[in-house]
């Protein structure tokens, strides 16, 4: 049985993760998990560190355990993280000789690589996936970013095709459809904004994903009401100010309240170009359709 879907024992912690529910999954209680999905929750757990700004503690709690390809790639997308490009990516390359076919190799590895602009080599070591729905949602979320909309659209037709109720399905035909335009803008809208307003469920990856849904709907009241919520909870949070000036620019307003905030200048670069410290990870695709809306 797949730990990830609706019948695992993982669907929780899984999910939790890619709905940028970071603290959520560190906290999540693994005591009861069988032993052969023990690896992966950890696996979960460390990469939720990563997102929370832990990398070098993470890089620490995993240097004795880099002889498992798992936490080799955990190592390896901890020093991406920190800006060791060059380190991380050799480690993943030679991962990629020797482990190819562990999902959590072929997944971190193509975050790993595909930050280092090599989208190739993240492609090829994605491929060789046995029915990842993570491996599917960053080949999609690359596919985006090469601006092949038509290919990212094929895999995640496929993908809807034998995992109905997936999460990570409704992300990804998300993602599409604010490149589509038209109709998928609302699609996409009611996939977030479910998320962002229930309770159990909201955080700022998926607030800002509904801003997003709604800048390109043209509510920029209710957008800015979403990114206000956000920063509620994280004053800091980069993606929501860069996504707040955005909206700001285009109503015409003035942005100096802005700058207490954070430089608008570097936001705007982070979101654009994102530096070899940040991961390519799937829950950054919102605040780059940002920029999509931004150029329209």
């Known amino acids: 049985m797949d730990p990830y879907s609706a019948e695992g024992e993982l669907i929780n912690i899984h999910s939790a993760f890619h709905q940028g529910q970071y603290q959520q999954v560190i906290d999540f ?3 009861s998990l069988s032993p052969e999905n023990e ?3 950890r696996v979960l757990v460390q990469r939720a560190r990563i997102a929370l700004g832990q990398a070098e503690d993470v890089l620490a709690d995993v240097q004795d355990e880099t002889d498992e390809p798992e936490f080799a790639a955990v190592a390896a997308l901890a020093q991406s993280a920190l800006g060791q490009t060059e380190d991380a990516v050799e480690a993943i390359e030679e991962l990629a000789r020797t482990a190819a076919d562990n999902q ?9 690589l595909q930050a280092a602009e090599k989208s190739d080599e993240a492609l090829a070591l994605l491929s060789k996936h046995s029915g990842s729905l993570d ?3 960053l080949i999609i979320q ?3 970013q090469q ?5 990212a659209l094929k895999e995640a037709a496929a993908a809807r095709r034998w995992a109905q109720d997936s999460l990570l399905v409704n992300f990804a035909e998300s993602w ?4 589509l335009g038209g109709e998928k803008y609302q699609q996409a809208f009611y996939v977030f904004e479910e998320l962002a307003q229930a309770p159990a469920t909201s955080s700022l990856l998926t607030l800002v994903s509904q801003a997003v849904c709604e800048l390109h709907l043209g509510r920029v009241e209710e957008a800015q009401g979403a990114l206000e919520q956000a920063l509620q909870k994280q004053p800091d949070y980069a993606d929501a100010i860069a996504n707040l000036l955005v909206l700001t620019v285009i109503t015409g307003k003035d942005a100096t309240e802005l700058t207490r905030y954070a ?3 570097v936001l705007l670069r982070t979101v654009l170009h994102p530096p070899s410290r940040t991961p390519l990870l799937p829950e950054r695709l919102a605040s780059l359709e940002s920029v999509v809306f931004a150029n329209n």
Do not use: E, K, M, P
Request: no cysteine; glycine share 10%; aromatic share 0%.
């Open 263 to 265: 430089d608008a200048t």
């Open 135 to 137: 491996a599917i949602a």
């Open 29 to 31: 209680d693994t005591s």
């Open 176 to 179: 599409v459809g604010l490149r």
């Open 104 to 112: 959590t190799v072929q997944v971190l590895g193509g975050i790993v």
């Open 142 to 144: 690359i596919h985006l």
């Open 147 to 151: 601006n092949r909309t038509d290919l």
């Open 39 to 41: 690896v992966a929750a």
